[in-house]
């Protein structure tokens, strides 16, 4: 989930923040234990509370520390996050000015601190398209990660979607070349980090071709989303259903460059590839729920075991392909169970079954 790295950042801020001072006082321990708190709670899905505990642990900040203490701008921090990932981006960027404040009179102007929260005052003013404000921000952050390798290093997540940021908005205001290199920034980045056949450098690679896509750059487009197909075949193979992405992209490519019989080679590989993955995907359900009945089925809880049982015989009856093979070894499994429930007529189906099957199919090894 793209916003988890709010978890992240918050846990730094509260990591700086404790460790600011050599002696923690006992009301600063409690005010992080506060804000550990509200940030576990909101990320196990209660957001009101978790934003309810953040809001009063600032009430217990502004209560112990002076106004222009660390401890008040890593309670103000971790809140305006909250507030952000709610879209509550006014309350948000109040707050992360207040601590950017702080943050400005402790820390050196270099210091990757005061990035990380110029980035998220970014992207709120991203989010609401004032992008004259978000702009200066996300060149400011980014001067400071580039200053050197290790925090390059540290802070690769932010520093991608910061050029990320930059390219889209110099391309809205009219920059389209400085917007095109800012992604191809971030794949010569995530090539150098993380490696040139990475499925992160993979996704750079689409998401370039996509900024040519949606500007009608085609003949732009399609060479660079090529190459992200040729490497999500390498990264995954040639038949998984994870290049279907990259093939649903080619596909649209090639309609708009009016390369109809293109188009139509790309769609049937799709369709081959999703009907492959369909089938082994209910081949696999299956032999988990046969598994699972013969589980219940030698412990005595029949009733459980037939309805495993049974749910595995309709896929497989349902199937597109023959599974007369499976289905053999399933009826044998049911007769024998029935059997032990005292079925005899049920069980007596099902190896007949089971024996008509063993003429047509050849004996297969599990």
């Known amino acids: ?53 953040a809001e009063n642990a600032l009430k217990y900040a502004e209560g112990k520390f ?21 879209g509550r ?21 270099s210091d990757p601190k005061l990035a990380s929260i110029l980035y998220y005052m970014a992207r709120n003013y991203h989010n609401e398209k004032k992008y004259d ?6 060149e400011k952050a980014l001067k400071i990660y580039e200053s050197k390798d290790e925090y390059i290093q540290d802070n690769y997540g932010e520093i991608r979607e910061i050029l990320e940021g930059l390219g ?36 750079m690679i689409y998401e370039l071709s996509v900024f040519y896509l949606m500007r009608s750059k085609y003949d732009q487009a399609k060479p660079v989303c090529e190459e992200a197909l040729q490497l999500s075949e390498e990264i995954y193979g040639r038949d998984n259903i994870k290049t279907n992405k990259y093939l649903e992209k080619m596909a649209e490519i090639n309609y708009f460059k009016g390369n109809y019989e293109q188009v139509e080679i790309y769609r049937k590989k799709i369709l081959k590839i999703s009907e492959d993955a369909t089938i082994e995907a209910e081949t696999e359900l299956a032999d988990s729920l046969e598994s699972l009945g013969g ?52 069980a007596k189906k099902y190896e007949q079954e089971a024996n008509k099957l063993k003429t047509k199919t050849k004996s297969v090894s599990f």
């Not at 106004?67 to 952000?84: C, F, R, T, V, W």
């Not at 404000?133 to 996300?138: G, H, I, K």
């Open 168 to 203: 889209k908005i110099y391309d809205y205001k009219g920059d389209y070349n400085r917007g095109e290199n800012l992604f191809k920034k971030r794949i010569e980045l995530s090539e150098k980090l993380r490696g040139p056949k990475n499925p992160e450098t993979l996704q």
């Open 133 to 138: 404000e978000a702009l200066p921000l996300y």
């Open 89 to 109: 981006n006014a309350e948000a960027e109040s707050l992360y000015r207040k601590a950017l404040v702080i943050y400005e009179n402790t820390y050196d102007s």
């Open 1 to 53: 989930m793209k916003y988890m790295k709010i978890v992240i950042v918050t846990l730094l801020t509260m990591f700086f923040v404790s460790y600011a001072y050599a002696d923690r006082t006992s009301d600063a321990t409690e005010l992080d234990e506060m804000l550990a708190k509200a940030n576990n709670t909101y990320w196990k899905g209660d957001y009101t509370k978790g934003i309810e505990l």
């Open 66 to 86: 002076k106004p222009k203490d660390l401890e008040i701008a890593g309670a103000l921090y971790s809140l305006a996050l909250l507030y952000h990932h709610q």
């Open 295 to 346: 589980f219940y089925s030698v412990r005595g809880r029949f009733k459980e075991a037939e309805e495993s049982y049974l749910r595995a015989q309709k896929i497989l009856e349902n199937s597109k392909i023959d599974r007369r093979q499976y289905l053999r070894f399933l009826f044998e499994h049911l007769s024998i169970m029935y059997k032990k429930m005292g079925k005899i007529e049920e």
